[in-house]
């Protein structure tokens, strides 16, 4: 319970930041996507339950304050923390090398379904024009925001969530 209620704080103040800070701050009117970040650390990090969760309450604020119709944010997230929750056995707390593949994938993926669901079904064919000039440039700025966000996320996994030692049974002498 206390992870979720965490979960859920996170991803308002990924939210807000995604909506107001770095609206500020994009280059070349690209900005990262800290919701897929965090949707892809979640699922990554603790399995793909908590992935889809996070997913759901992403998807849905994004389509409750920007979409037209709602559940296709929705899909699109959850599809992505499930996926990165098949990886979590994979889950190394000191390796960044998955965890920012996994952001990357995830990126591209979003980008993939986003124009699937927004452009394709209107008959929009230009995707080579969006993966050159959207997807990779939003892939390539939210893996170096990743980082950041990751070891945070790490930072705070060890804060709330220390991990306690197992005592060794009585007659055990292995060291």
């Known amino acids: 319970m206390k992870r979720c209620i965490s979960l859920i704080f996170l991803i308002l103040v990924c939210f807000v930041l995604q909506t107001s800070v770095f609206t ?3 280059l070349s009117n690209i900005m990262p996507n ?3 970040i965090l949707v ?3 699922g990554f ?3 793909r339950k908590y992935g889809m969760f996070v997913g759901v309450i992403c998807g849905g604020l994004i389509d409750l304050i920007y979409g037209e119709i ?6 699109i997230y959850v599809i992505i923390g499930y996926i990165n929750g098949f990886a979590n ?6 390796d960044l090398s998955i965890p920012l593949f996994a952001v990357a994938v995830s990126d591209l993926l979003y980008g993939m379904l986003y124009y699937i669901c927004h452009f394709l079904l209107r008959s929009r064919f230009d995707i080579l024009f969006y993966i050159i000039h959207i997807m ?3 892939m390539i700025y939210t893996v ?3 980082i950041v966000i990751y070891k945070i996320l790490q930072w705070l996994e060890d804060r709330l969530y220390p991990q306690q030692e197992v005592p060794l049974a009585k007659g055990d002498k292995s060291y």
């Open 34 to 36: 800290l919701l897929v």
């Open 45 to 47: 990090m603790y399995g």
């Open 40 to 42: 892809s650390a979640s």
């Open 144 to 146: 170096a925001v990743g």
């Open 89 to 94: 056995k994979l889950y190394y707390k000191d």
């Open 136 to 138: 990779i440039p939003e």
């Open 24 to 26: 500020h701050i994009r």
């Open 70 to 75: 709602i559940g296709v944010s929705i899909f």
